[in-house]
C-alpha cells in the first residue's frame, strides 16, 4: 500500500488476532501486531490493516504500551482529527442527555457525571467527567496529547464549561510517552476552580482538588448509592473504603440510624466529613481513618452491622495480577462477611476489568465460608449508563457489585 498525505503508515496485525478487531474491538495488543512501518513514533496515527493489506481501521499509537494501537474509526479514509473529536464527543454529549444528564426533579438533581468513557465513547483513552459547569480531561494516550487543542475545541463548542482542567496522572503520561503539562492540574480553558462542586441525586458535594483519585470522585457508582439508600431505613450501615462518604450519605438520607464510614485516606475522611455537615447528615455519620479489615475485625467483635459495604481500590490493575487479587478479594469477603449480622445485606464491589462477575462471585463464596456463613446473592449493580459499554469491548463492564444476604453457614 502506497503512503500519501492522507494515508498513515501502516500497523500490520498477525494472522489469528484480526476477528476481535473485525468485530470491533478497539485495542490492538502489543502480542498481536506482526510488522510496524518504519518512522512510527508516540501518538502516531496508523493504518490498521490484516495480513492480506485489508483495512480494520484508523488509530494512534503507542509504542510503550501492551496496546499498540487504539482504534478510533473503521474506516481508513477517516483521519483521527478534529472533525472526528468534535462528532464523537457530540455523540456522547446526546447519549447522557437522553439519560437526563445533567438534570433531574426538585431534590434528585445531577450535575456530577461521566461526560465521555473512552473506549465506551468511541473515544479510547479520553475521560471527561462533568463537575457542574467544570470539566475535567484525563488524556490517557500520547495521540490524544497531541489531540488536546481539539478536544478542548469540542468540549467548548458542545458544552459550553466554565473551565476545563486537566488531571492526566504524571505516571500515566509518563507510561505512554508524552510529557504531562502538570502533574494532577492545569487549566485548559477558562479560570482555575478553587474546588470541584456538584449534585449527585440531589446530594451535594464540595471536593478540594487536592484529592486525586480519578478525576476527583467516583461517579460510576451511582446506581450502588442509589441502591443502599432504599435499603437503609432503620439500619445500622457500614460503608468500608468509603472516600468521601458518597455511599454513607445516601444510606443516612435514606433512614439509616447510623453510619460508620471508613477510608485509610485521611484527606478523604476529612472531606467526608464535610460533606456529611453539607448535606446535614453529620448526626447520623461517624467517620474513621480505618483500614477496611480492620474495621470488619472490629465489627464482628463489637456487633455487626445490618449493611456493609466493601467498596475496595482496583486489586488487580493488570491481568498478570489476577490471582493475587482473588485470593484479597476472597479475605476481604470473609472479613465483610463477619462484620455483617445475620440476614444482613453485603454489597461486595470490584472494579477490576480482569475479575468478571463469575470470578467476584466466587471469591465472595469462598470467604463467606472462610467466616462460616453463607452469601445468597439477591441482585446485581454495575456502572451508570454515563460509563457506557461497547458491545465489542466486553472489558468495558469494569464495575461489579453484588449484593448479598449474609445467613449462618
Known amino acids: 500500500m502506497s503512503q500519501s498525505a492522507s494515508i498513515p503508515p501502516s500497523v500490520t496485525v498477525k494472522r489469528g488476532h484480526v476477528q476481535p478487531l473485525w468485530a470491533g474491538h478497539p485495542w490492538v495488543f502489543r502480542q498481536a501486531v506482526e510488522k510496524v512501518d518504519d518512522g512510527v513514533g508516540a501518538g502516531d496515527e496508523v493504518l490498521v490493516i490484516d495480513p492480506h493489506g485489508k483495512v480494520l481501521g484508523r488509530g494512534l499509537y503507542s509504542p510503550k504500551s501492551a496496546i499498540a494501537v487504539r482504534l478510533y474509526t473503521p474506516d481508513g479514509a477517516r483521519p483521527v482529527d478534529a472533525a472526528l473529536m ?58 490524544l496529547a497531541k489531540l488536546t487543542g481539539a478536544i478542548v475545541d469540542a468540549l467548548v463548542q458542545t458544552v459550553g464549561p466554565k473551565t476545563i482542567i486537566d488531571r492526566t496522572p504524571k505516571a500515566l503520561a509518563e507510561a505512554e510517552g508524552f510529557e504531562p503539562k502538570i502533574d494532577g492540574l492545569a487549566v485548559l480553558a477558562g ?91 453529620a448526626d447520623v455519620m461517624r467517620f474513621e481513618m480505618i483500614e477496611a479489615h480492620k474495621a470488619f475485625r472490629a465489627a464482628a467483635e463489637e456487633g455487626p452491622f445490618d449493611i456493609v459495604v466493601c467498596d475496595p481500590p482496583k486489586l488487580a490493575p493488570r491481568r498478570r495480577s489476577r490471582n493475587k487479587a482473588l485470593a484479597a478479594y476472597r479475605k476481604l469477603a470473609a472479613g465483610a462477611c463477619g462484620a455483617t449480622s445475620h440476614g444482613g445485606v453485603l454489597a461486595f464491589c470490584s472494579c477490576a476489568a480482569s475479575v468478571d462477575m463469575d470470578a467476584l462471585q466466587r471469591s465472595l463464596a469462598l470467604g463467606a465460608r472462610d467466616a462460616e456463613r453463607r452469601a445468597v446473592v439477591f441482585d446485581r449493580c454495575f ?24 445467613d449462618p453457614a
Request: aromatic share 6%.
Open 86 to 143: 468534535q462528532e464523537k464527543i457530540k455523540r456522547a454529549v446526546s447519549l447522557r442527555r437522553a439519560q437526563g444528564l445533567p438534570g433531574g426533579e426538585p431534590g434528585s438533581e445531577t450535575t456530577g457525571f461521566r461526560l465521555v468513557h473512552g473506549e465506551g465513547d468511541g473515544l479510547p483513552g479520553l475521560i471527561v467527567d462533568a463537575f457542574d459547569d467544570v470539566l475535567v480531561v484525563q488524556l490517557g494516550t500520547a495521540g
Open 191 to 281: 479560570e482555575p476552580p478553587t474546588e470541584l462542586r456538584f449534585v449527585e441525586r440531589g446530594l451535594r458535594f464540595a471536593l478540594p482538588l487536592t484529592l486525586a483519585q480519578k478525576t476527583g470522585f467516583y461517579f460510576d457508582q451511582r446506581p450502588l448509592r442509589d441502591r443502599i439508600e432504599g435499603l437503609s431505613r432503620g439500619s445500622r450501615v457500614l460503608d468500608a473504603c468509603c472516600y468521601v462518604g458518597a455511599i454513607g450519605l445516601g444510606a443516612a438520607r435514606g433512614g439509616a440510624t447510623e453510619v460508620w464510614a471508613v477510608d485509610k485516606s485521611g484527606p478523604a475522611i476529612e472531606v467526608a466529613k464535610s460533606c456529611a455537615e453539607l448535606n446535614a447528615s
Open 383 to 406: 456502572q451508570g449508563g454515563d460509563h457506557p459499554v461497547d458491545a465489542a469491548f466486553p472489558e468495558g463492564l469494569y464495575l461489579k457489585v453484588l449484593l448479598a444476604r449474609i
